[in-house]
């Protein structure tokens, strides 16, 4: 795994993707414990599939970045901070719930 350049490319049109997120995980710690057997399962999924480093976008907590990840927009565009979001149609802050993002998500799972 050290030496190996990984490339991803998109899925075609209608082949599925999974997309695992460890939320909190180190991805120092992820790749060591990988090479050196102690997650024999993450090493299968690591050499079959793909593995990057993912960079947070502010504010750096779970629902702002999983909400970045599932749009493909950084915090200014798809408006979630947090467990709230800033909704300029109301002109008021509310929490989110199922119909509370202004983007689509690039996939529905």
Avoid at 27 to 55: H, M, Q, W
Avoid at 98 to 103: A, D, I, T, V
Wanted: hydrophobic letters at 35%; a positive charge.
């Amino acid at each position: 795994m050290k030496d190996k350049e990984q490339r991803f490319s998109f899925p075609k049109k209608g082949q599925k993707m999974i997309l695992m997120g460890f939320d909190g995980a180190m991805p120092y710690f992820v790749k060591r414990f990988a090479e050196e057997g102690k997650t024999p399962n993450t090493a299968r999924l690591i050499k079959s599939g793909f593995f990057a480093d993912a960079y947070s976008t502010p504010p750096c907590d779970t629902p702002t970045n999983w909400a970045t990840i599932a749009t493909g927009a950084d915090t200014g565009v798809h408006g979630v901070t947090s467990n709230s979001m800033y909704g300029p149609d109301v002109g008021s802050w509310c929490v989110i719930g199922n119909n509370g993002r202004r983007l689509r998500p690039i996939m529905i799972i």
